[in-house]
């Protein structure tokens, strides 16, 4: 994929600095994105005034020069990094093979991500490359702007994630209700056997995820707590699925709260707040405002209703206390925000919108969509259903 790196190489010939250095493996999104190269051990890009430069191990070189979005790749070995290795030792060894590399690039001075070895960034110093820390993020700022190709990766995960939640909305829906609790096919429906579902069917679809939500009753009324134990009837239960495509590394993210049973009056009036306020963060989602406008919209709606938000209570442990949304892409959490702090949103910009309400007293509500800012307004790329009453039939 060809990605727009002018405005870093423009940052970089204002600022005076040769380039720009990443040293990670590809589970870091700006290193995946500069180098379109995936990787599970560190590998270094250097981005100059001439493109872009990979310095990688002879185990990954074949597949760099095929597969990665780079100019030039080098191997280890071609600074003789085995012979530095076993005078120097490992180390010292490493720092002098980049060094070298720096320099047949005729780089002497660098800027690097604010993740970026400690050690790399000394041992560099020492040997008279001048390191400095990028503070702005300006390479999560070029990748929050999505191209078409990226925003396709998103939207196919999303499909993914959608028919997990179907799975998961489907075992919930067709639960029968036994002494308060959900069984299915004879068995306690527990949270953890909800899971294991959804990541099964993410698997079938070439995704996986680390961790997901189901959040049954008080377990919901925390926004990350992922939930455990038998699911019971009349209690909200939070679905929260966050997958990564495993071949083009893009996630994507949805919510849905369901009730098995019947709601208490006060969860459902909750939950028609949070769809009220999802449904107008939507309606103000467009180019040009801010991620902070979105954000107020959402607590105005859930002030009105009577309900505290950070912004009228900035120490409330119950009510909407949290942001709105969050950018999604190489990471599950990216540029732009949409909270308090959220900055002007553009088109390609793939964000979320989450609302939810949390109460231990009552539980917690969440509805969260994934869409992308568009020139006229946005695009939901999420087709899934808004219902509290599951079904079964999914």
Same mark, same amino acid.
């Given at each position: 994929?060809?990605?727009?790196?002018?405005?870093?190489?423009?940052?970089?010939?204002?600022?005076?600095?040769?380039?720009?250095?990443?040293?990670?493996?590809?589970?870091?999104?700006?290193?995946?994105?500069?180098?379109?190269?995936?990787?599970?051990?560190?590998?270094?890009?250097?981005?100059?005034?001439?493109?872009?430069?990979?310095?990688?191990?002879?185990?990954?070189?074949?597949?760099?020069?095929?597969?990665?979005?780079?100019?030039?790749?080098?191997?280890?070995?071609?600074?003789?990094?085995?012979?530095?290795?076993?005078?120097?030792?490992?180390?010292?060894?490493?720092?002098?093979?980049?060094?070298?590399?720096?320099?047949?690039?005729?780089? *002497?001075? @660098?800027?690097?991500?604010?993740?970026?070895?400690?050690?790399?960034?000394?041992?560099?110093?020492?040997?008279?490359?001048?390191?400095?820390?990028?503070?702005?993020g300006i390479v999560e700022a070029i990748r929050a702007k999505k191209t078409d190709e990226e925003v396709t990766h998103i939207r196919r995960t999303q499909r993914a994630n959608e028919a997990a939640m179907a799975v998961a909305e489907g075992l919930i829906g067709g639960a029968e209700i036994r002494e308060g609790v959900l069984h299915h096919g004879g068995e306690v429906l527990t949270s953890e056997r909800v899971k294991e579902a959804i990541e099964v069917e993410l698997l079938g679809h070439g995704c996986g995820l680390d961790d997901t939500i !189901?959040?049954?009753?008080?377990?919901?009324?925390?926004?990350?707590?992922?939930?455990?134990?038998?699911?019971?009837?009349?209690?909200?239960?939070?679905?929260?699925?966050?997958?990564?495509?495993?071949?083009?590394?893009?996630?994507?993210?949805?919510?849905?709260?369901?009730?098995?049973? *019947?709601?208490?009056? *006060?969860?459902?009036?909750?939950?028609?707040?949070?769809?009220?306020?999802?449904?107008?963060?939507?309606?103000?989602?467009?180019?040009?405002?801010?991620?902070?406008?979105?954000?107020?919209? !959402?607590?105005?709606?859930?002030?009105?209703?009577?309900?505290?938000?950070?912004?009228?209570?900035?120490?409330?442990?119950?009510?909407?206390?949290?942001?709105?949304?969050?950018?999604?892409?190489?990471?599950?959490?990216?540029?732009?925000? @949409?909270?308090?702090?959220?900055? *002007?949103?553009?088109?390609?910009?793939?964000?979320? @919108?989450?609302?939810?309400?949390?109460?231990?007293?009552?539980?917690?509500?969440?509805?969260?969509?994934?869409?992308?800012?568009?020139?006229?307004?946005?695009e939901n790329l999420t087709e899934y259903p808004i219902s509290i009453e599951p079904r079964s039939d999914r």
């Amino acid at each position: 994929m060809d990605v727009d790196l002018s405005r870093l190489t423009a940052h970089l010939e204002a600022e005076g600095i040769d380039g720009y250095l990443i040293d990670d493996d590809s589970a870091d999104p700006d290193q995946r994105y500069v180098s379109g190269f995936d990787a599970p051990d560190p590998y270094l890009t250097l981005v100059d005034g001439d493109g872009v430069h990979l310095l990688v191990s002879g185990l990954e070189y074949g597949r760099a020069r095929k597969e990665a979005n780079a100019d030039t790749v080098s191997r280890l070995s071609a600074y003789d990094y085995r012979s530095r290795l076993a005078e120097y030792g490992s180390y010292e060894g490493r720092i002098r093979t980049v060094a070298a590399f720096l320099a047949d690039r005729g780089v *002497e001075s @660098i800027a690097v991500p604010t993740g970026f070895p400690t050690g790399t960034a000394d041992g560099l110093r020492e040997r008279g490359v001048s390191v400095g820390v990028e503070p702005d993020g300006i390479v999560e700022a070029i990748r929050a702007k999505k191209t078409d190709e990226e925003v396709t990766h998103i939207r196919r995960t999303q499909r993914a994630n959608e028919a997990a939640m179907a799975v998961a909305e489907g075992l919930i829906g067709g639960a029968e209700i036994r002494e308060g609790v959900l069984h299915h096919g004879g068995e306690v429906l527990t949270s953890e056997r909800v899971k294991e579902a959804i990541e099964v069917e993410l698997l079938g679809h070439g995704c996986g995820l680390d961790d997901t939500i !189901v959040a049954c009753g008080a377990d919901a009324a925390d926004p990350h707590d992922r939930g455990s134990g038998p699911l019971e009837a009349g209690e909200a239960i939070v679905v929260d699925v966050f997958p990564r495509d495993k071949t083009q590394g893009y996630f994507a993210d949805m919510t849905r709260t369901f009730v098995r049973g *019947e709601p208490s009056p *006060e969860m459902r009036r909750r939950y028609e707040a949070t769809r009220e306020a999802h449904e107008a963060a939507l309606a103000a989602v467009e180019p040009g405002v801010t991620g902070a406008a979105v954000h107020d919209v !959402v607590c105005d709606v859930y002030e009105e209703a009577g309900y505290a938000t950070l912004r009228s209570d900035p120490d409330a442990e119950t009510g909407f206390i949290h942001g709105t949304g969050h950018g999604v892409g190489l990471a599950i959490h990216e540029a732009p925000t @949409i909270s308090s702090a959220g900055e *002007e949103l553009e088109p390609g910009h793939v964000i979320t @919108i989450e609302p939810g309400l949390y109460d231990p007293a009552v539980g917690g509500v969440r509805i969260e969509d994934l869409v992308v800012v568009r020139e006229d307004g946005y695009e939901n790329l999420t087709e899934y259903p808004i219902s509290i009453e599951p079904r079964s039939d999914r």
